[in-house]
């Protein structure tokens, strides 16, 4: 662990997350390779995507792609979209919904991440998440009836995917989805990492073999920078200010899921995050402020994120011992502690007084 002060680093992080070492957008690098840079709002995110192609022309137009993607899967995943598929499983009286593939692959990973976590990880919460009003910002505390009856409606696990034939990742539209009624779905913990190992799958496809996605703290890194160095990218100050930890990323992902990012005060003067306990219909309360992933794949750090930060700091631990280690975490308390796993030793820098340090092997 390598500690940073003073402006030299500072040099390298823009804004709480990151940092290149070749100057800012629409600059050309080192090698001849060009950057270009596109940002966009979808999936209630502003997004970046900066890519590195061997002419201006082929970095944009595989960034254009990614755009295109993006809006296509926010078309299918998106709660409030009508006719998007998640729409028609929240919203339609039918008992089976004619999904595309990917809205039954999302609801598999989803299953799988259910399992792995003891339903710490649940995208059937959407009628509480509604009822709280962290959909509409109308937030109210619901009274508790009210939060046991709607729990009876989130067992994820009575989702089925009901394929009728072939193999279901290659036969869109013969995909069928059947579910109880009343039970709603709401991928907002997964789909902007699933979108990010899209875009990265397009931009390698373009020919792209250095980029960076930023899809609103959602970091994911093509390759290494352009002088083969890592990226490094900041996670950021839960308290504002600059960012408190560095790490060094290549072809990866770093996924943060913080209490700070929505909430509201309730009448009662307590705070209520977007982050829900699912065994009580009540938003997490702990003493985290923040949880990052750091792993290979979008989805899995999305889905992880969300799902440690429920856990809570002692569970995520025994998580983490106790998995096969494909991934690490950075976690920072309310306490201005830090904990993060070993592996992470050589590619992190402590960018904060941090009032405790924890390295979890
Ligand atoms: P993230 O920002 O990736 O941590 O995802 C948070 C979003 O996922 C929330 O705004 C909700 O829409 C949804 N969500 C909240 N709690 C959970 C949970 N325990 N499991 C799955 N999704 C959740
Ligand atoms: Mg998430």
């Known amino acids: 662990m390598k500690k940073f002060s003073g402006r030299r680093f500072f040099d390298f992080l823009i804004s709480g997350i990151l940092l290149l070492s070749c100057g800012d957008v629409l600059t050309s690098c080192s090698r001849g390779a060009k950057a270009e840079s596109i940002s966009f709002t979808a999936m209630n995110t502003y997004m970046t995507v900066k890519s590195y192609g061997k002419t201006a022309k082929e970095a944009a137009a595989a960034n254009a792609l990614v755009q295109q993607e993006v809006e296509r899967l926010e078309g299918i995943l998106s709660t409030t979209i009508q006719g998007s598929d998640v729409y028609k499983i929240n919203n339609s009286d039918e008992e089976e919904i004619p999904v595309n593939a990917e809205t039954a692959y999302l609801i598999r990973r989803g299953t799988e ?65 059947s579910r109880p009624a009343g039970l709603q779905l709401d991928f907002g913990a997964i789909g902007k990492g699933y979108a990010g190992d899209r875009a990265v799958e397009i931009l390698r496809e373009a020919g792209i073999s250095s980029a960076l996605l930023d899809f609103g703290g959602n ?76 792993c290979r794949e979008g989805l899995s750090g999305d889905a992880l994120s969300t799902s440690l930060f429920a856990m809570g700091l002692e569970k995520s631990i025994d998580f983490w011992q106790t998995s096969p ?10 306490k201005r ?19 405790s340090i924890r390295v979890v092997e």
Not at 142 to 168: K, M
Not at 325 to 334: E, G, H, L, N, S
Request: charged share 20%; proline share 5%.
């Open 113 to 177: 991440f259910f399992k792995l976590t003891g339903g710490a990880f649940n995208p059937a919460l959407y009628p509480l998440i509604r009822e709280w009003g962290f959909t509409t910002g109308e937030y109210k505390v619901p009274n508790s009836d009210r939060i046991s009856e709607l729990l009876n409606y989130t067992d994820f696990s009575a989702v089925v995917e009901c394929p009728q034939s072939g193999r279901i990742e290659t036969t869109a539209g013969n995909t069928t989805v």
């Open 219 to 294: 970091i994911q890194v093509l390759g290494s920078k352009q002088d083969g160095s890592a990226w490094t990218v900041g996670i950021k100050n839960p308290w504002s200010g600059n960012p408190v930890v560095a790490v060094k990323l290549r072809d990866a992902c770093m996924i943060t899921s913080g209490g700070y990012e929505r909430f509201f005060t309730g009448d009662d003067g307590k705070k209520y995050i977007h982050i829900f306990d699912s065994s009580t219909g009540y938003p997490v309360e702990n003493d985290l402020e923040s949880v990052t992933i750091i």
């Open 325 to 334: 280690r494909d991934f690490d975490f950075v976690i920072i308390t309310k």
């Open 337 to 355: 502690g830090l904990v993060y796993t070993k592996p992470l030793s050589n590619s992190i820098s402590l960018l904060f007084d941090f009032d």
